[in-house]
């Protein structure tokens, strides 16, 4: 038996959480399928001389230190992609939860842009 406090057998609530989190992420594949839609707008939550170095096609600098000051530069029309720097980072997350509580539709890339660019491989593009 798994020896951890927060393991359980309730498979009512792991429905639920699992289409919590289909509902409000995507996944690398999925988002590049999604690069050309228009009702799609993907928002970069690094640094800004991050984003300068490297980041994804069509994707916007947004920096977490900037989402007061910008937000209001986002479209409610739109489903708004954020994204940092890696699976374990937070910051994509924390910006998500600003937007939703602002009205905004939002999903987080799951992975954060070092799984696009080094576990897929995916383009890139400098500014």
């Given at each position: 038996m798994l020896k951890?406090?927060?393991i359980t057998k309730q498979t009512q609530r792991a429905m639920q959480f699992f289409e919590e989190?289909?509902?409000?992420?995507?996944?690398p594949v999925e988002l590049k399928n999604n690069l050309d839609?228009?009702?799609v707008e993907i928002i970069d939550v690094r640094k800004a001389e991050d984003y300068d170095r490297s980041h994804i096609p069509t994707a916007i600098s947004l920096p977490a230190?900037?989402?007061e000051l910008r937000m209001n530069s986002l479209s409610k029309s739109k489903i708004n992609i954020v994204y940092c720097?890696?699976?374990q980072c937070h910051?994509?997350?924390q910006i998500a939860l600003?937007?939703?509580e602002r009205g905004y539709p939002v999903m987080e890339l799951e992975g954060g842009f070092d799984t696009w660019k080094n576990v897929y491989d995916f383009n890139v593009v400098s500014s």
């Open positions: 951890h406090s927060n989190k289909l509902a409000f992420t995507l996944g839609n228009e009702q230190s900037d989402i720097y890696t699976e910051l994509a997350a600003k937007l939703s």
